[in-house]
C-alpha cells in the first residue's frame, strides 16, 4: 500500500507539469483563433465570441483548479502578442483568470454535473458560469482601458457590454462541446447515423444561406436546432449551435447578409442576441429533453422491477391454487 501512495504522490505533480502547458497551448490556440474575427467599439476592439473562457471553464471542470496556472499562462501568451507586458496587461491577464475560476467554484457549490442531463445543470452554466462570473474579466478589462485613458468614460458601458458578451458566448457555446467531447468513449454508437448525416447536410447548407443572405432568414436556424435537440440532445443542439455561431459571426465581421447596412453598434447588438437565444435554446432544450429521457427510463425501470416482483410472487402460490394470503388465512384460523 505505501508504495501505491507513494508512485501515485510522484504520478500527480507529472501529471500537472503536462496539463499546465496543454491547457495554455489550448487557450492560445482558442484565443488566436478569437482574434480572427473582431468588432470595433468606441474605438476599442473586441471579439463576438471569446473562446478561451468556455475551454477554461471546461478545462477546470476536467481536471480541476490544478489546471489554473495553465489558463494564466495562456492568457499571458495571448496577451504577449497583442502587446508588450505592462502593469495594465497583467491586470487583464488577473481578470481573465480569476473569471473561470471562480465561474467553476459557483458551478462546483450547486453540484454542477458535466453531463448537462438535468434542466438545474444548464441554468447554472448560464447564469452562473457565464453570467455571473464573466462579470469579473469584462469589468476588469474595461475598467484598465477606462483607467489608462485608452477608452472614455460615455464609450465605457458599450465596450463592457461587448466584453462581457464576448465572455459570456465562449462559456455557453464552447464549454458545452468540449464536455461532450471529453465524456465520448469507443466504440460510438451510429445507431442513427443516417438521420445525422441529412440534419448535418441540411444544417450545411441552410446556415450558410441565411447567415449570408441579404433577406433576414435567421429564424429558420431554430428549426434545425430544435431537430438537433429532439433527436441527438446536447450533442446534436450545441454542435449545431457552435456552426451557426461561427458562420453568423463570419457574415457580421464581413458586414454580410443581414449586417450589411447596419451600424458597427447594431451590427454587435443584432450578432450577439442571435448567438445569445441560440445558445440558450440549444443548451436548455437539449437539458430538459434529457431530463425527460432519464426520467421516463426511471419509469420503465421501476416498472419492470415491478412486474418481476409480481411474477415471483404469483409463481410463489400453492399448487391448488391458494396464494400467500389465502395460506396465511388458513394458517391463522389453525392457530386459533
Known amino acids: 500500500m505505501a508504495a501505491v501512495v507513494g508512485s501515485r504522490d510522484l504520478r500527480r505533480p507529472a501529471v500537472v507539469a503536462l496539463q499546465t502547458p496543454a491547457v495554455a497551448a489550448c487557450y492560445y490556440v482558442s484565443g488566436r483563433l ?24 471546461a478545462c477546470l471542470l476536467i481536471f480541476g483548479l490544478r489546471c489554473w496556472p495553465g489558463i494564466a499562462l495562456g492568457a499571458f501568451f495571448v496577451i504577449l502578442s497583442l502587446t508588450s507586458p505592462s502593469p495594465w ?105 443516417k438521420e445525422a448525416s441529412g440534419l448535418a447536410l441540411i444544417v450545411c447548407c441552410v446556415v450558410p444561406l441565411t447567415s449570408h443572405s441579404s433577406v433576414s432568414l435567421l429564424f429558420l436556424v431554430y428549426p434545425l436546432l430544435i431537430w438537433a435537440a429532439l433527436r441527438f440532445q446536447l450533442a446534436g443542439s450545441m454542435l449545431c449551435a457552435l456552426f451557426a455561431s461561427v458562420m453568423t459571426t463570419v457574415a457580421a465581421t464581413d458586414r454580410a447578409g443581414p449586417f450589411e447596412r447596419l451600424t458597427r453598434v447594431e451590427v454587435m447588438i443584432k450578432l450577439q442576441a442571435f448567438n445569445g437565444a441560440m445558445a440558450l435554446t440549444a443548451l ?20 419492470q422491477e415491478l412486474v418481476e416482483v409480481l411474477e415471483h410472487l404469483t409463481a410463489g402460490e400453492s399448487a391448488d391454487g391458494r396464494g400467500p394470503l389465502e395460506d396465511s388465512g388458513i394458517r391463522r384460523k389453525q392457530d386459533e
Not at 478569437?34 to 471553464?57: K, Q, Y
Not at 429533453?289 to 421501476?302: F, L, P
Open 34 to 57: 478569437g482574434l480572427l474575427r473582431e468588432l470595433v467599439v468606441e474605438g476599442s476592439v473586441v471579439t463576438p465570441i471569446w473562446p478561451p473562457t468556455g475551454v477554461s471553464v
Open 284 to 303: 436548455i432544450l437539449s437539458a430538459v429533453i434529457t431530463e425527460q429521457i432519464h426520467t421516463r427510463r426511471s419509469v420503465e425501470r421501476a416498472c
Open 89 to 193: 496587461a497583467f491586470g487583464v491577464l488577473a481578470g481573465n483568470t480569476v473569471a473561470p475560476v471562480v465561474g467553476y467554484l459557483l458551478l462546483r457549490r450547486t453540484g454542477f454535473r458535466t453531463d448537462l442531463a438535468r434542466l438545474r445543470d444548464g441554468l447554472a452554466l448560464v447564469f452562473l458560469g457565464a453570467f455571473t462570473a464573466m462579470l469579473i474579466s469584462s469589468t476588469t478589462g474595461a475598467g484598465i482601458l477606462l483607467a489608462t485613458g485608452r477608452l472614455e468614460w460615455p464609450g465605457f458601458w458599450a465596450v463592457w457590454l461587448a466584453w462581457w458578451v464576448g465572455d459570456a458566448m465562449g462559456v455557453l457555446i464552447v464549454t458545452p462541446v468540449l464536455l461532450l467531447l471529453s465524456r465520448v468513449r469507443p466504440p460510438l454508437r451510429l445507431s442513427r447515423w
